[in-house]
């Protein structure tokens, strides 16, 4: 009987193998020849060979076997369709309406071998109907509406995706998408605290924000770094695109993108940062730590920044874009086993200031190039280049002027090998190269406050190394390694001068006049160990522990090695319930580029340190609300000296301002209480943050409010989106940044009998400023044109154009009837910037 059997299925399948040989295949051939062939056959099909030219061809194959519907089918994609005349089905043009349809081939493969894969699933948003499965991995969507789609493909043992497309009317979209191999649960998992994706989730204080989020959001320039700032525990003035994460400086986040560590990824460097290196469009999406991070980062005391460039879904796609902040152009591809992507922007900044105010002039490159060696190992080549020409002036009154002339170039390249050794042993080694130059001329000439000069000129050059390796052994456990060794050359050449007049030549135990020359030509290496040991105990409960070692040559320190070890616990508390516990040490050194020249310090200082204690539970309601609270208290030690000028923070030549202080804390703390509250449903998202936080310095006994110190942050937004229209609004609240008085007291008389003044600085940060709020808006449309799409918006920043107070400016009050007096004004941050722009993707 089992014989028989055999030799039935044998049959049945030989006869079904032949009957699919036997089966028509039509992609590929002329259309007119198949519309023949049905002719042939009986069947009542008439054509014009004016309509339906010698050129045609079947572009995909159908999915329909009766006749007529075939043929219609075919002739779709060529606007063309069938008409019923007396019994004849005529070939004749598609209507307006019929072509408003087009059609959508997915086509979906294994990264590296190219081979289908014959479990992948696939859904849309909004749903399609019309579909066709016609071999593992190829979907067809036929009569498909133009518009904006969200495919999500999954497939049993490889990564989830997730790719949007926009169809224009009447276009044949063909979409090719290679997974990866997935990683076991639980190298995917965050265990620490902290983490926020602006799309992974053991770490606590992780975000992640991807791409559609970046480009709805309502922010100035559309830059991925800017956006952080609206996250819970950030503080930052919206002038600058650099933030400040629970309470650290604006220099202690690093930025990374594919793997690469980022060398001061910004543009106009010498007045505010005020915006990054990074096109929003070239990447994927931000993942940023505000602390907390795992042990495979290190050199940095508050968090991380870590960018991917888009992935590719198609083999063709093109973008360019024009607004009142840049000009853009990127075209991406995949060609075989062969992927690139090229990004290019120039900042218009100089094309719509006045003049006479300056020329910011600047632009930055960025390409990336990667071959599927095979099916288990990829190389890839990426570059980063920027490059500024900044003329900046505060005041056009010849009497008063002051003015900066910076030029800056900034070239990084990479070189990334990602190697798969086995199910459980991966690898990525890179290589990096890195050249950077700023020079800085400036001077003020105002007689009656200070008259000033300085040139500053830095070269650095760097080159490193850098391997991680991951092991997974089983299911439950999962081990990372790494090391990494850079070796930097960098010369300094410093000369500023400067004069003090009226009140400025009044500051008490200051100088009327300074002059300082120095020179610095440091070299040396920066060398990491790290181990990362995750663990699943129990079905709820994974714990990670890591250590890191940290050392560099070209301070002339000795014994200043950093052991960071770093501890992370994630139990679940109920399928929606999450709690996370954080513990680590941080430490950042000063890099080889941050020499304090400027203000005469020529030696570098010992690393610094940060121990993080952050505790977060994470619930979520229902499949679209989520409810985040997170405890954390940073305690920093050795903290490095820093600079400030306590009235004038936007000055020119900050340096050489008699304002200007040394700040030595012998410790910092900062601590706070986080709640986030977001949702997305449909078409409609919301979230809104509260902090409530507290950062000081201890100095000279005593605890005082760092410059940046808001007690109370707000951040919300909400927005709206179809296939058409795109709306958003964001708004941020937080109590008013500290400030400090300023008086002044006779100090005795001159020659001739008179009395003689000085000024001093009150109790540092003893005031607080008004509370800052600002409202940012954004309204896009999009528009289906005859080659892919283009999209308008505008936007609006501080909406209301309310007058937030930066900062305090002090004179002598001429008009006083007193002997002396003083005259306080306010200056203001960012007033109402409107912003309108285009792209074009096709």
């Not at 109370?712 to 400030?739: D, E, L, M």
Request: aromatic share 10%; proline share 4%; charged share 20%.
């Amino acid at each position: 009987m089992q014989q028989a059997c055999v030799i039935i299925f044998c049959i049945f399948s030989a006869i079904a193998q032949a009957a699919e040989t036997d089966a028509p295949r039509y992609q590929g051939r002329l259309v007119s020849a198949v519309i023949d062939e049905f002719r042939m056959a009986g069947h009542p099909f008439a054509y014009s060979t004016s309509l339906v030219t010698g050129d045609l061809v079947v572009l995909t194959e159908p999915a329909a076997s009766e006749p007529r519907s075939l043929i219609d089918e075919i002739l779709a994609p060529h606007n063309l369709t069938l008409k019923t005349e007396a019994g004849v089905f005529l070939v004749v043009r598609a209507t307006r309406a019929a072509v408003s349809n087009g059609t959508i081939l997915v086509v979906v493969s294994a990264r590296g071998s190219g081979d289908a894969i014959e479990n992948a699933s696939l859904t849309v948003t909004p749903t399609l109907m019309n579909a066709d499965n016609h071999a593992s991995g190829v979907f067809h969507y036929r009569q498909v509406a133009p518009g904006r789609y969200q495919f999500t493909i999954s497939a049993n043992g490889y990564m989830t995706v997730i790719r949007e497309i926009e169809l224009p009317p009447g276009e044949n979209e063909v979409i090719r998408i290679s997974l990866r191999e997935s990683k076991p649960a639980i190298e995917t998992i965050t265990v620490s605290a902290s983490r926020y994706d602006i799309s992974r989730d053991i770490a606590s204080s992780r975000f992640l924000l991807d791409q559609l989020a970046i480009h709805n959001m309502p922010d100035i320039g559309d830059d991925p770094i800017r956006i952080t700032q609206r996250l819970p525990g950030a503080a930052a003035s919206g002038a600058s695109a650099k933030t400040h994460f629970r309470g650290g400086t604006d220099g202690e986040i690093g930025v990374m993108l594919n793997g690469q560590w980022l060398f001061d990824p910004f543009h106009i460097r010498d007045y505010q940062s005020i915006f990054s290196a990074i096109d929003s469009r070239a990447i994927s999406g931000v993942e940023v730590y505000t602390g907390g991070f795992p042990a495979q980062y290190g050199d940095r005391m508050s968090g991380m920044v870590l960018m991917e460039s888009m992935e590719l879904t198609q083999q063709r796609h093109t973008e360019i874009g024009v607004s009142v902040f840049n000009s853009s152009f990127l075209t991406s591809g995949t060609e075989g086993d062969m992927r690139w992507l090229f990004s290019a922007r120039r900042g218009n900044l100089d094309l719509v200031i006045n003049p006479k105010f300056g020329e910011p002039s600047y632009y930055d490159v960025f390409g990336e190039l990667a071959f599927d060696l095979s099916p288990d190992t990829t190389l890839s080549f990426n570059a980063l280049y920027a490059d500024d020409r900044v003329r900046v002036r505060v005041e056009t009154n010849l009497d008063e002027i002051e003015e900066v002339q910076s030029t800056t170039r900034n070239a990084q390249f990479w070189a990334k090998l990602e190697s798969r050794w086995s199910e459980s042993l991966s690898s990525n080694t890179m290589l990096s190269v890195t050249s950077y130059d700023n020079l800085r001329n400036g001077f003020t000439n105002d007689i009656e406050k200070i008259v000033s000069t300085v040139r500053d000129d830095r070269h650095i050059e760097q080159f490193g190394i850098r391997q991680d390796w991951t092991w997974t052994p089983t299911e439950g456990h999962v081990l990372q390694w790494g090391l990494q060794a850079t070796t930097s050359e960098a010369t300094y050449d410093y000369a500023g001068s400067a004069d003090y007049y009226g009140l400025q030549a009044l500051f008490e135990n200051a100088p009327t006049s300074q002059t300082r020359a120095l020179s610095a030509a440091p070299e040396g290496g920066n060398f990491a160990l790290y181990v990362s040991d995750r663990w699943r105990l129990t079905p709820r409960t994974i714990f990670e522990w890591g250590l890191r070692w940290d050392d560099q040559t070209y301070t002339d320190l000795s014994s200043d090695s950093q052991l960071s070890p770093r501890f992370n616990l994630l139990y679940a508390l109920s399928q929606k319930t999450e709690l996370r516990l954080t513990w680590g040490r941080y430490h950042q050194s000063q890099a080889i580029h941050e020499l304090q020249i400027e203000d005469g310090v020529s030696n570098f200082w010992p690393a610094q340190r940060s121990d993080h204690i952050i505790a977060g539970i994470r619930h979520l309601f229902g499949d679209d609300t989520a409810l985040r609270l997170e405890l954390f208290h940073k305690d920093m030690s050795r903290v490095t000296p820093r600079f400030e000028n306590i009235y004038n923070p936007l000055g020119l030549i900050p340096e050489l301002q008699p304002d200007r202080v040394r700040l030595d804390p012998s410790n910092a703390k900062s601590s706070g209480l986080e709640i986030s509250l977001d949702r997305s449903k449909r078409e409609w998202t919301w979230w809104g943050t509260y902090t409530l936080s507290k950062v000081t310095d201890h100095i000279d006994g005593r605890d005082v409010p760092r410059s940046w110190d808001q007690r109370h942050a707000f951040q919300g937004g909400i927005s709206w989106s179809n296939k058409i229209w795109s709306a958003a609004a964001a708004a941020s609240i937080h109590t008013g940044w500290p400030a400090t008085d300023l008086s002044f007291r006779q100090s005795g008389t001159d020659a001739n009998g008179e009395p003689v003044y000085v000024v001093t600085p009150g109790p540092r940060n003893e005031l607080v400023l008004p509370t800052f709020a600002s409202l940012d808006l954004r309204l896009s449309r999009t528009f289906d044109v005859r080659r892919g799409s283009l999209m308008a918006f505008v936007e609006i920043s501080n909406t209301t154009n309310r007058r937030n107070v930066c900062c305090h400016d002090w004179d002598i009050d001429e008009e006083s009837t007193d002997e002396f007096a003083l005259e306080r004004s306010l200056d203001f941050w960012l007033p109402l910037l409107p912003a309108v722009g285009v792209l074009w993707e096709f």
